[in-house]
């Protein structure tokens, strides 16, 4: 009987028929281009919906954190992943990106200069990726641990010249097609120097607020939670699952309705914890991360419409996992280490799952990651 299902299960059936006509070669074409290197040019299936999680500040030494530093008996939420990709982060200013220009050139397919928020190396605006497809009738989302103003979430609904104009970016967000965001940044919307209350606005604007928890909002309106006055706690210092259940409750929220959503999640303090060239910091915020990974890929697994891919912008302090850091037989240990109080320009991971996911392997530019996307949805 076993047997019998398997011979009519319809990947099976499917399969044989690409044998018997083309022996399954019309699925991979591979071309090679400077911009988006090689790529797989052709895929069978095309995603519903698209999670993209951003790590600030992760490199390959921050990934390999979780596997030493993560449960004994588990692993990552990284190994779940069929597909890797390598990109070059350089921003069309400097060598070495910042945030604005990192997240930008993820989400108008651009390089811009250091410190731009969606608008490209002139300052004008372009259209993000959730903006295009919010006119497709799309839903989107953005979740931080940083301010939902801060650079990353940012370049996906605000067009401005400079990063640090957050007070205008907070006008922005008032007037995006955002459906739910989480973070920080109170601040920005509530200590103006226009005296505007602007969560007055936001609800205005149709949204339900929160400000005290997760889950207090009405998931009849569009949701919106700023948690703290800036960025959230960090993890070390004793922030709980937020990144993982603003994670699970927007993709519950996009659930309601039949509409396609695109989600960006950032785990804004890796970044944070490089800077500050504190070990424990990067560890812990990875570690945080990997759960909010593991959330989007259980949601994605089980409902087999969703694209995920993980990223970062760059890479954050020159981290390392290297031995007593004196000699050549020092290796029964690891101590992070570090070789920079900022970024450095390291070629930067990328995890893809689901349907479109094999566009993502190859090394490319970090530009390449808009077109990507749009490539996977067949257009
Ligand atoms: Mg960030
Ligand atoms: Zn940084």
């Known amino acids: 009987m076993k047997a019998f299902n398997m011979f009519f299960h319809p990947f099976a059936a499917t399969c044989s028929l690409f044998l018997i006509l083309s022996s399954c070669v019309e699925s991979t074409e591979i071309s090679i281009d400077k911009e988006e290197g090689a790529q797989i040019t052709s895929s069978a299936e095309t995603p519903t919906n698209i999670i993209f999680l951003i790590g600030d500040g992760m490199g390959t030494s921050q990934v390999s954190a979780a596997y030493f530093y993560g449960e004994e008996d588990a692993q990552p939420n990284f190994s779940r992943f069929p597909i890797l990709g390598l990109i070059n982060t350089t921003s069309g200013s400097d060598r070495i990106t910042d945030s604005g220009a990192g997240a930008t050139a993820f989400s108008i397919g651009q390089k811009s200069y250091n410190g731009a928020i969606g608008v490209d190396m002139q300052g004008e605006a372009v259209q993000t990726v959730n903006e295009l497809l919010e006119d497709q009738g799309w839903q989107s989302g953005v979740i931080s641990t940083s301010g939902i103003t801060h650079a990353t979430p940012a370049s996906f609904y605000a067009h401005v010249a400079k990063r640090s104009q957050q007070y205008d970016i907070a006008t922005s967000l008032v007037h995006s097609n955002i459906s739910f965001f989480a973070g920080g940044g109170q601040k920005w919307f509530m200590n103006r120097p226009d ?38 706690l960090a993890k070390h210092e004793g922030r709980d699952d937020f990144l993982p259940n603003a994670t699970a409750e927007a993709l519950e929220y996009f659930a309601q309705s039949d509409k396609p959503f695109f989600l960006m999640v950032e785990g804004s303090q890796i970044d944070w914890g490089g800077h500050e060239n504190n070990g424990d910091y990067v560890i812990q915020e990875v570690l945080d991360f ?16 969703t694209l995920v891919v993980v990223t970062a912008d760059h890479e954050t302090g020159g981290f390392s996992l290297s031995g007593d850091g004196k000699s050549m037989s020092g290796y029964g240990e690891i101590s992070p280490t570090f070789s920079t109080g900022g970024h450095t320009a390291t070629l930067i991971p990328v995890f893809a799952y689901g349907p479109g996911a094999n566009y993502f392997g190859g090394v490319y530019e970090n530009t390449a990651i808009f077109s990507k996307f749009f490539e996977a949805l067949g257009q």
């Open 195 to 232: 005296s505007l209350n602007y969560l007055d606005s936001l609800t205005h604007y149709g949204f339900s607020v929160g400000t005290e928890s997760l889950g207090s909002a009405d998931h009849s309106k569009r949701v919106g939670y700023l948690l703290a006055n800036d960025g959230l």
């Open 290 to 305: 990997d759960k909010a990974i593991g959330v989007a890929l259980d949601y994605a697994e089980k409902h087999g419409n």
